[in-house]
């Protein structure tokens, strides 16, 4: 399955942009949303991922939002690995009430650590109440592509609960072959040039690349 990930910015563009779609991604860290505006998108009847990315909003309004695109609908919510434990922890407590699944997730924007220790983060991602855990890193070499693609050979991934994939243009083999490795699903953008990281593939890109292999 193919998860569009939209930027929220202006809501009635993005419901636009949701017409169709079994999945997508929603990223609020750069929106100005009120509680109707993210009622409106997260009581939809389509699966949403709802993200918040740290950075941009304070941590107050941050959770805020997480904790309202729960309340209103979200099928996933997607949180930093790295985000303090009493953030985690409201925000999970809330997802398991609501039947929300829970991504916990780790980015590394310059480069891949090695395998053992994306292992160790997996193990800690399922630890602290993860129902998928996903590994996001830049790629600079084919070493790289090796280790990420090493964490598919976990127990996790066969049940669908592992999403590893790499950053950058070389990091582009990873977003194909995640869905044939055991992700439940991969990362796209709407269209060409609406990317929300680097090495994303478009939507109907990525789909034509997969009905390929898939046969």
Same mark, same amino acid.
Request: hydrophobic fraction near 40%; glycine fraction near 8%.
């Given at each position: 399955?193919? &998860? /569009?990930? @939209?930027? /929220? +910015?202006?809501?009635?563009?993005?419901?636009?942009? %949701?017409?169709?779609?079994? %999945?997508?991604?929603?990223?609020?860290?750069?929106?100005?949303?009120?509680?109707?505006? =993210?009622?409106?998108?997260? +009581? @939809? *009847?389509?699966? %949403?991922? /709802?993200? &918040?990315? *740290?950075?941009?909003?304070?941590?107050?309004?941050?959770?805020?939002?997480?904790?309202?695109?729960? &309340?209103?609908?979200?099928?996933?919510?997607?949180? #930093?690995? #790295?985000?303090?434990?009493?953030?985690?922890?409201? =925000? =999970?407590?809330?997802?398991?009430?609501?039947?929300?699944?829970?991504?916990?997730?780790?980015?590394?924007?310059?480069?891949?650590? *090695?395998?053992?220790? %994306?292992?160790?983060?997996?193990?800690?991602?399922?630890?602290?109440?993860?129902?998928?855990?996903? =590994?996001?890193?830049? /790629?600079? +070499?084919?070493?790289? !592509?090796?280790?990420?693609?090493? @964490?598919?050979?976990?127990?996790?991934?066969?049940?669908?609960?592992? !999403?590893?994939?790499?950053?950058?243009?070389?990091?582009?083999?990873?977003?194909?072959?995640? *869905?044939?490795?055991?992700?439940?699903?991969?990362?796209?953008?709407?269209?060409?040039?609406?990317?929300?990281?680097?090495?994303?593939?478009?939507?109907?890109?990525?789909?034509? !690349? @997969?009905?390929?292999?898939?046969?």
């Amino acid at each position: 399955m193919i &998860c /569009v990930s @939209l930027e /929220v +910015s202006n809501v009635s563009d993005s419901l636009k942009k %949701l017409k169709g779609l079994d %999945l997508a991604e929603l990223r609020l860290d750069k929106a100005s949303l009120t509680g109707a505006e =993210i009622k409106q998108l997260f +009581s @939809l *009847p389509l699966d %949403l991922i /709802v993200t &918040c990315r *740290p950075g941009f909003l304070s941590e107050e309004d941050r959770k805020q939002y997480l904790l309202e695109a729960i &309340c209103y609908g979200a099928k996933y919510v997607d949180l #930093e690995i #790295e985000s303090p434990v009493a953030f985690k922890q409201d =925000i =999970i407590s809330l997802a398991r009430n609501k039947g929300c699944l829970v991504i916990l997730s780790y980015h590394n924007y310059q480069e891949t650590p *090695p395998a053992i220790e %994306l292992n160790r983060t997996v193990r800690k991602c399922f630890q602290e109440g993860a129902d998928i855990a996903k =590994i996001a890193c830049q /790629v600079n +070499s084919g070493q790289d !592509i090796i280790s990420l693609f090493s @964490l598919y050979g976990l127990e996790e991934a066969a049940a669908g609960k592992i !999403i590893s994939l790499g950053m950058g243009q070389k990091g582009k083999i990873t977003r194909v072959a995640a *869905p044939l490795l055991g992700a439940p699903f991969a990362y796209a953008s709407f269209k060409p040039g609406s990317e929300t990281a680097e090495g994303q593939l478009d939507r109907k890109s990525l789909k034509t !690349i @997969l009905k390929y292999f898939e046969g």
